[in-house]
């Protein structure tokens, strides 16, 4: 049962993910609906209104025929123009920006659901033809199917302009960065607000001695689910440490959970199923994988490909702002579990790891830069006075600093941009 549940959530995560989700429903309900409205067309209530608004109401067969296959083929050119726009999209952002953004413009539900109503009117206008010619000339199922079918094409040509209005805005790099950086910024400030109000910050546990969990499969570590541990494991007094941060890759056979009491075989390999462990780096926009979108975005603008400084320094600023924000958490959580017997130890990403994971290889890619490696600068020196943050965590950004001067010294030929970058670390 616990694995068809695990099964069904990751099943329910990838649905709708789905470019097709959206397009899947609208044509269903586009089906129901066209069988609804041939059906209502030989209804006393259509006939009535027929005969007080005629002009609204077709009554002529060829005409319906000739408006439907209109509409059929004018759909399917909107059709097939909008999902090769959404492939360039597609190939440039990739190009350009980074792999890493494609799940994000694919999922974007405004373009799926401009999609999924264009095939949803396919559908609708290719049922009510067919029934057309299976009724036959002398049938009175005309009017209120095709009217719907033609205010169902005139959405589609409003839709449509809205989708090239959309899909030329999405593209824009300022405004793919703008996107991640509020997503995860509202994502940062809401489990900030929880962890504050639900959970105990703390800075070190004694697990020493404790009995350790090792993973039985390589991947990213996308989270630890109790819903799905056994209920006899949730009566315990037990205390459980979930050891690595969320996103990090292990390895199989490293240690992944600590657990204070002893188990038994069947309830050590119930926590480790408890376990999510991904094939990718990061799926959303949220948390640390919006930020390494960011990095991401920065040292392909840095490529030689690219050089476009103008997009790393914007990145390099939000991301900033989401290091200070995400350095106020503590670096482990407790939060009781149900009868509150059970509780559960998280650990965050540390500064140290922070640094490398997401400075480091703007450091590297943009050392011969000044103007990037000054908003760098700027942004580390920025986190670093931040009052929220422990020594520990000031340190890992001070010794990241400290890096960037070594770089500086060595990789800025021009005097004078050495020494403007020089002279920040002396204030």
């Known amino acids: ?15 709708l993910q789905s470019i097709a989700f959206y397009p899947v429903v609208i044509a269903i309900l586009s089906v129901v609906l066209a069988i609804i409205a041939v059906r209502l067309d030989s209804s006393e209530i259509i006939k009535t209104l027929k005969e007080k608004i005629p002009f609204l109401l077709i009554e002529d067969y060829e005409t319906a025929r000739s408006m439907l296959s209109t509409f059929i083929g004018g759909i399917l050119s909107l059709t097939v123009f909008s999902f090769t726009m959404v492939m360039v999209v597609l190939n440039q952002a990739s190009s350009n920006f980074s792999p890493r953004l494609l799940p994000g413009l694919i999922s974007n539900k405004r373009h799926q659901l401009i999609l999924a109503f264009y095939i949803g009117t396919l559908l609708y206008c290719t049922i009510v033809l067919i029934s057309l010619g299976a009724y036959g000339i002398e049938t009175s199922a005309l009017g209120l199917s095709t009217m719907l079918a033609a205010f169902a094409s005139l959405i589609c040509i409003g839709l449509f302009v809205y989708f090239i209005h959309s899909i030329s805005s999405a593209i824009h790099i300022h405004n793919i960065i703008d996107s991640i950086y509020l997503h995860c910024k509202n994502f940062l400030n809401t489990e900030l607000e929880k962890d504050q109000g639900s959970k105990v910050g703390l800075q070190l546990v004694d697990t020493e001695g404790w009995i350790v969990l090792n993973a039985t499969k390589t991947g990213y570590f996308r989270g630890f689910d109790p819903d799905l541990m056994n209920d006899d494991l949730k009566e315990k007094d037990n205390q459980i440490e979930i050891i690595p941060y969320l996103n990090e890759h292990i390895w199989q056979g490293s240690p992944v959970i600590k657990v204070r009491e002893s188990l038994t075989d069947t309830e050590k390999e ?10 990718d780096r990061h799926e959303s926009d949220k948390g640390i994988g919006g930020m390494i979108k960011l990095m991401e975005i920065a040292v392909k603008a840095m490529s030689p490909g690219i050089n476009d400084p103008g997009t790393a320094i914007d990145a390099v600023t939000k991301l900033g702002s989401l290091l200070a924000l995400f350095m106020q958490f503590p670096k ?5 579990f149900e009868q509150e017997n059970l509780i559960i130890i998280k650990n965050h990403v540390p500064a140290k790891e922070l640094m490398r994971i997401l400075i480091q290889p703007i450091r590297l890619y943009a050392k011969h830069d000044s103007t990037v490696m000054y908003e760098l600068v700027n942004a580390l020196i920025f986190i670093s006075k931040h009052q929220n943050l422990s020594q520990e965590d000031v340190d890992a950004v001070l010794l990241e600093l400290k890096a960037i001067e070594d770089g500086v010294e060595r990789n800025v030929e021009n005097e004078y941009d050495k020494r403007v970058l020089l002279n920040l670390f002396d204030k």
Do not use: A, D, G, H
Request: net charge positive; hydrophobic share 40%; charged share 25%.
């Open 1 to 15: 049962m616990k694995t068809i549940l695990k099964v069904l959530k990751r099943t329910y995560r990838k649905v």
């Open 270 to 279: 119930n926590l480790i199923f408890c376990l999510t462990i991904s094939s």
């Open 332 to 336: 482990i959580s407790s939060e009781p």
